[in-house]
């Protein structure tokens, strides 16, 4: 193996873990690059990789991180490797056997699908932690989600499989959104945001939520399935100055739902409809259609800064 490829980065890419999962294994338990030449960064050895394979396939198992790493510290020194006689017992496989095609992305979505199709949410969980610390909400979406959501869907359209892959990743995606940190309380939102009516798919709107509090922009997210009637009360008790309703598919883009809402006379200054659900040609004047989520956080952003809160 040579040299170059045994870089923290190429042994990441290799586990399909975050950097900063090799760095704490690497503080905490001692699994960390042995190779040394002077003036340069330490390098992983194959022994080193070959431990830390060890370590990611007993964790993503749900042995205890530390537990696996006794076992992993062992691989060189007496060849015993877990699930053999002599190791410890058989256990589960790591849900790995499959692969999600991700396109031109980078090894950061690489690593996300590959880590999604483990099941190893403690892997998900850090890779995507770590693509919203480096590349903000919008970079983290555009470069290392979407292509693994999209991969996973062309593999659910392909062989109707995978469902469980596509909910875990899902809720990963979740928890780190939400794990943003929004504009102080005091601030209310003046932004919100919706699922059209049946509308269950609800992470883009969480990614717009989190990319928008990035702005310093708070909103309120209502969440999937909202009824007309429902998202009329709100606005009416709330008066937002922007919404952004969300439709996936073409059954629950029924434009109707704009026709209502905004002739309840509450009409906020922008009313955007997001999603591939929406017909293009038969939106009511005035409704904007959104094709990105750089797009969207612009677009909300400047109608907020042009309609200051009341008072």
């Not at 996973?152 to 596509?166: L, S, W």
């Not at 049946?198 to 717009?208: G, K, M, N, V």
Request: hydrophobic letters at 45%.
């Amino acid at each position: 193996m040579a040299d170059e490829a045994l870089t923290a980065g190429a042994v990441a890419r290799r586990l399909g873990v975050a950097v900063t999962t090799l760095r704490t294994w690497h503080q905490r338990y001692g699994l960390g690059p042995s190779q040394h030449t002077p003036g340069q960064h330490r390098r992983y050895t194959p022994e080193d990789l070959e431990r830390l394979q060890v370590m990611r396939r007993l964790t993503g198992q749900g042995v205890a991180p530390a537990e696996a790493a006794a076992w992993a510290r062992r691989v060189p020194v007496d060849g015993v490797r877990p699930g053999t006689a002599g190791g410890l017992p058989c256990t589960t496989r790591d849900g790995g056997g499959h692969t999600i095609r991700t396109g031109r992305a980078g090894p950061a979505a690489r690593g996300l699908a590959r880590a999604a199709m483990r099941l190893d949410a403690p892997a998900l969980r850090d890779i995507l932690a770590t693509a919203v610390a480096d590349r903000g909400v919008i970079g983290a979406w555009q470069d290392v989600i979407m292509p693994v959501l999209i991969g996973i869907g062309d593999r659910y359209a392909a062989t109707r499989r995978f469902i469980e892959v596509e909910h875990l990743i899902s809720r990963s995606v979740t928890e780190v959104l939400s794990s943003v940190a929004r504009p102080p309380s005091s601030r209310a939102p003046r932004v919100m945001l919706a699922a059209a009516d049946e509308e269950q798919h609800t992470l883009p709107l969480e990614a717009l939520a989190a990319a928008l509090a990035e702005a310093g922009v708070p909103s309120r997210l209502l969440g999937a399935r909202v009824p007309p009637q429902a998202l009329a009360d709100a606005v009416a008790r709330t008066g937002p100055a922007a919404i952004v309703l969300w439709s996936q598919f073409a059954e629950t883009g029924d434009p109707a739902q704009w026709t209502r809402l905004l002739s309840a006379g509450h009409g906020p200054l922008l009313a955007a409809a997001a999603g591939p659900g929406w017909p293009a040609d038969r939106l009511p004047p005035g409704v904007v259609r959104l094709d990105s989520l750089g797009e969207a956080v612009r677009r909300v952003a400047a109608t907020v800064r042009e309609c200051p809160a009341p008072g």
